[in-house]
């Protein structure tokens, strides 16, 4: 058991504290303290912003030019050894950001030291994580995007296909599979309208804020906003230090995003199961059973499914996070880069498995055709037919579609397979011109409104979706 009074009488107080500490935190409020351990993912963004806020002060005769190039120069030399992997990240300096300003106060000397004028951890570690989640939107979109690639190249594939649509999963209409990829092109359209309208909100810089009230120096926040690609400097200090809405809009993106995958991901479960048979994947997209040597379990699709589950979760962790904290700075907000950290890593395997699954099976056309022409599909098509050839409110022609179906389903026929004088039985004025809109095909082509089925709509479709979603 740890003593928790324990204060490590052998370990030095933390530098970087400043004179006020002479131990070391307890055990316990160290290992609580330390974030290291994940926030290191930021040394890139780190060392970015660092560079930046050094060209200022050098910019605004703040640190000397000379001072500034050492500063500048070290942060590079430390940017390659973290990359080349020769970087030793050290729990007992607490974080990313006090791990390289320890390594550069060791390469160029006293003049590391001048690094943090005019800047506080909480607008460092503020800008910082701004600029991954920026970098992460940005890989976002891109990843998104070579999904929606591989969804239209299927649906061109497939514009023909056809295959029974469902409500309630239960079969309402015949559609085409190329017409139902394409709903998924429009929902992944909009998480990347998502993504980029988070984008362009968050897309100011916190530099400069210092740790809440602004600074005396003369800095000149324009130019470290531009030198970072923000589009302005945050007009209030405090809530540049304060705010993680970003965060929190990027974890609400990755949740719904996660919801749209969920659901073509349980889709796809269901297509490849035996009682559907409509897709198969291949050996690189299957796993077996430890028992059953007959098995072929999409394991991807079921994995992308149960991870949207982590997605609303890191949601809901930050949420509870932020809900009561007062202005400005808490550390309880150190508790904000985990769930981001993992929401990222997690929904970009989930994309990435979802574009190479999508690009993976195969279709058996016949078993989906089959489907698509059972438990009365067309019934729909007899009750237009009746509206526009026999001018019946619509209300009646769906009552005697109903007789009809009722009547078929009795004689274990198909709504086709009814003669006309059996259909006349229920509706006398029925004519044999009927049976011209009943097969499955001729259902599919007659759905020519705007966003419907018919294959003249979705090859337009996809020329459009090319325009809108592939630049």
Request: glycine share 6%.
């Given at each position: 058991m740890?003593d928790?009074?324990?204060t490590?009488?052998n370990t030095?107080?933390?530098q970087?504290w ?10 316990l409020?160290?290992?609580?303290n330390?974030?290291v ?17 050094a060209k200022?002060?050098?910019k605004q005769?703040?640190i000397?030019?000379a ?8 942060l590079k030399a430390?940017l390659?050894d973290?990359?080349?992997?020769d970087?030793?990240?050290?729990d007992?300096l607490e974080d990313v950001?006090m791990?390289?300003e320890s390594?550069?106060k060791?390469?160029?000397g006293?003049a590391a030291g001048r ?5 506080s951890?909480?607008?460092q570690?503020a800008?910082?994580f701004?600029l991954?989640?920026?970098?992460a939107?940005?890989a ?5 995007m070579?999904?929606?690639?591989t969804l239209l190249?299927?649906a061109?594939?497939h514009v023909?296909?056809?295959m029974?649509g469902f409500?309630h999963?239960?079969?309402?209409q015949?559609?085409?599979?190329g017409?139902?990829l394409l709903?998924?092109v429009?929902?992944?359209?909009r998480?990347?309208?998502r993504i980029?309208?988070a ?5 100011e810089?916190?530099?400069g ?5 602004g600074t005396s ?8 906003a531009?030198?970072?690609?923000f589009a ?5 200090s ?9 965060a ?12 749209h995958?969920s659901?073509?991901?349980e ?7 035996a009682?559907f048979g409509?897709i198969r994947f291949?050996?690189?997209w ?8 007959q098995?072929?379990?999409?394991d991807?699709?079921?994995l992308?499914r149960?991870?949207?589950g982590?997605?609303?979760?890191n949601?809901?962790?930050l ?12 550390k309880d907000m150190?508790e904000d880069?985990e769930p981001?950290f ?7 395997v989930?994309?990435q ?5 999508v690009?993976d099976?195969s279709?058996?056309?016949e ?5 698509a022409s059972?438990?009365?599909a067309?019934a729909?098509d007899l009750a237009d037919w009746l509206?526009r050839?026999?001018?019946?409110p619509?209300?009646d022609?769906?009552h005697i579609?109903?007789?009809l179906?009722?009547l ?5 026929k198909?709504l086709?397979e009814?003669?006309?004088k ?5 509706e006398p004025?029925i ?6 809109v009943?097969p499955t095909?001729d259902?599919?082509k ?13 090859r ?12």
């Amino acid at each position: 058991m740890v003593d928790t009074k324990k204060t490590g009488k052998n370990t030095k107080a933390n530098q970087m504290w400043g004179g006020q500490f002479s131990v070391a935190p307890a055990e316990l409020l160290a290992k609580i303290n330390v974030s290291v351990g994940f926030d290191k993912q930021l040394y890139r963004q780190d060392i970015s912003g660092s560079i930046a806020h050094a060209k200022m002060l050098a910019k605004q005769k703040i640190i000397t030019e000379a001072d500034a190039k050492a500063i500048i120069e070290g942060l590079k030399a430390i940017l390659a050894d973290i990359e080349a992997g020769d970087f030793v990240f050290q729990d007992a300096l607490e974080d990313v950001h006090m791990n390289i300003e320890s390594a550069l106060k060791e390469r160029i000397g006293e003049a590391a030291g001048r690094l943090h004028t005019a800047r506080s951890r909480n607008d460092q570690v503020a800008t910082d994580f701004r600029l991954y989640v920026r970098d992460a939107l940005d890989a976002f979109d891109g990843a998104f995007m070579a999904l929606q690639r591989t969804l239209l190249k299927r649906a061109e594939e497939h514009v023909g296909t056809l295959m029974p649509g469902f409500t309630h999963l239960q079969v309402a209409q015949p559609v085409t599979l190329g017409h139902h990829l394409l709903a998924y092109v429009e929902m992944i359209g909009r998480d990347r309208d998502r993504i980029r309208d988070a984008r362009k909100r968050m897309n100011e810089s916190p530099l400069g804020a210092a740790a809440l009230a602004g600074t005396s120096f003369p800095i000149d926040r324009d130019y470290t906003a531009k030198e970072l690609g923000f589009a302005a400097p945050m007009a209030n200090s405090l809530d540049a230090v304060a705010s993680r809405d970003f965060a929190l809009e990027f974890l609400s993106v990755a949740a719904i995003s996660a919801v749209h995958l969920s659901r073509f991901a349980e889709e796809m479960v269901n297509w490849s199961s035996a009682q559907f048979g409509f897709i198969r994947f291949s050996d690189a997209w299957s796993t077996g059973s430890s028992i059953m040597p007959q098995k072929r379990n999409p394991d991807a699709a079921e994995l992308v499914r149960g991870k949207s589950g982590r997605m609303f979760g890191n949601l809901m962790s930050l949420l509870t996070t932020m809900k009561g904290l007062p202005l400005a700075y808490n550390k309880d907000m150190q508790e904000d880069k985990e769930p981001v950290f993992d929401s990222v890593e997690n929904l970009m395997v989930c994309v990435q498995a979802m574009t190479g699954m999508v690009l993976d099976f195969s279709v058996n056309k016949e078993e989906m055709e089959e489907s698509a022409s059972e438990a009365y599909a067309n019934a729909t098509d007899l009750a237009d037919w009746l509206v526009r050839e026999l001018k019946l409110p619509f209300r009646d022609a769906h009552h005697i579609t109903a007789k009809l179906v009722k009547l078929a389903s009795g004689k274990g026929k198909k709504l086709e397979e009814l003669s006309l004088k059996e259909m006349q039985s229920i509706e006398p004025k029925i004519l044999k011109s009927i049976f011209s809109v009943l097969p499955t095909i001729d259902s599919v082509k007659s759905r020519t409104s705007f966003g419907g089925t018919a294959p003249e709509n979705v090859r337009k479709a996809i020329a459009e979706a090319k325009k809108r979603y592939l630049k």
